[in-house]
């Protein structure tokens, strides 16, 4: 069974950085074919925030371009998301999630529980 963990949430003021992991265990035989973070800000739906695929390319949602970058230690299943400039309207619960190559696209079927991060001054 797939376990999903993330930490280094917290409390930062506006303009500060905070980077995200997500540790990783009991994947079968393959591999997830992506891994990404997502975030629920208050209010709001579920939204994707970056994913990394298996070949190492990445996506990023608009609003966290330039500012959020996510990367994956294979040898250690580690997934991360460093988040500078960090801005009031990304206080969020982030979740982690790995997904599989389904239909020809990525499809996320495992998920963490959440971590909370909230920006304020």
């Known amino acids: 069974q797939v376990h999903l963990v993330e930490s280094g949430g917290g409390s930062v003021q506006p303009g500060g950085s905070l980077r995200l992991s997500c540790t990783a265990s009991?994947?079968?035989?393959?591999?997830?074919?992506?891994m990404g973070w997502f975030r629920r800000r208050p209010g709001m739906g579920r939204e994707g925030v970056a994913s990394?695929?298996?070949?190492?390319?990445?996506v990023y949602t608009d609003s966290v371009k330039g500012r959020f970058t996510i990367s994956k230690d294979n040898a250690k299943n580690i997934l991360y998301l460093q988040m500078n400039s960090l801005k009031v309207e990304d206080t969020a619960e982030y979740r982690c999630?790995?997904?599989?190559?389904?239909?020809?696209?990525?499809?996320?079927?495992?998920w963490g529980l959440g971590t909370q991060v909230t920006v304020s001054s």
């Open positions: 999630a790995a997904g599989y190559y389904v239909g020809g696209e990525c499809k996320y079927e495992d």
């Open positions: 009991g994947f079968p035989d393959t591999t997830p074919y992506c």
């Open positions: 990394i695929f298996s070949d190492g390319s990445t």
